[in-house]
């Protein structure tokens, strides 16, 4: 394999600043602290917030874009508009969610960003105080936030039943050597998603791979997720 210098940047994954002289060749490698691969935002502290708030920052342009031309036009009809919900809305605003970290804070995000594009098709808004369900019942679609959470216990399966060998699955079953930092522990994904099974499913962490390990019992069980995976707002 040939290495492009020209092309090539390092970074290290730390919660504190790490110098890093990573050098090909006689060439030292730029150090950055973010870089992006395969359309998804990475940075040297590990976090993927910043990641989360660029989608969603993207799916706000693409709804000045479509809103005045588009969304709001009465000639267009409501299949339409949905259609262009599910093939543009949908995949900017959801691309690489399946290893999210979602907090509190991301989910009303991606809720609010959900519902204001939901409103505006249905020719609602705010002040009509109609409930998020209402409309999504009324429009056929089901909860954005039940779509990710299937994805990633969808993608969880697959990780558990990966061979050995294979990295994504190997990098799931790692157990890094050290002590973590003191203060409060960030969420992994793993915690994070052993938890929304536990919560969704009623599954428990201890029995997780077993029963994800079966791939058809894993997949009934996603399509008998409840429809509605947060409280109604309006």
């Known amino acids: 394999m040939k290495i492009s210098t020209s092309k090539s940047e390092a970074m290290v ?5 790490v110098e890093c ?7 030292i490698l730029p150090q950055v602290e973010e870089f992006k691969y395969l359309g998804v935002l ?12 660029r989608r969603i920052g993207a799916v706000s342009a693409v709804m000045q874009t479509l809103h005045r031309s588009i969304v709001v036009k009465r000639e267009l009809s409501r299949k339409a508009k949905l259609s262009i919900y599910r093939l543009i809305f949908v995949p900017t605003l959801t691309y690489g969610h399946e290893l999210w970290v979602m907090t509190e804070r991301t989910r009303s995000r991606v809720q609010a960003a959900e519902m ?3 409103r505006r098709v ?3 808004s705010l002040r009509d105080r109609v409930r998020s369900s209402a409309i999504r019942e009324e429009l056929g679609v089901e909860s954005l936030l039940l779509r990710v959470e299937r994805s990633q216990m969808r993608w969880l399966g697959h990780l558990v039943r990966m061979p050995p060998g294979r990295l994504p699955g190997e990098v799931f079953r790692a157990c890094p050597s ?3 930092p003191p203060g409060r522990p960030r969420t992994r994904w793993r915690d994070y998603v052993s938890r929304l099974v536990w919560e969704r499913l009623g599954i428990p962490p201890d029995e997780l791979e077993e029963v994800a390990g ?12 409840p429809c509605d995976p947060t409280p109604d707002k309006r």
């Open 13 to 17: 994954l730390n919660r504190k600043k």
């Open 116 to 118: 204001s594009f939901l």
């Open 21 to 27: 002289l990573l050098r090909v060749k006689e060439e």
């Open 122 to 124: 249905a020719g609602l």
């Open 42 to 53: 990475f940075t040297s502290e590990g976090r993927m917030e910043r990641e989360i708030d």
């Open 214 to 225: 079966e791939r058809e019992v894993w997949a009934s069980l996603l399509r008998l997720l």
């Open 178 to 180: 050290g002590r973590r």
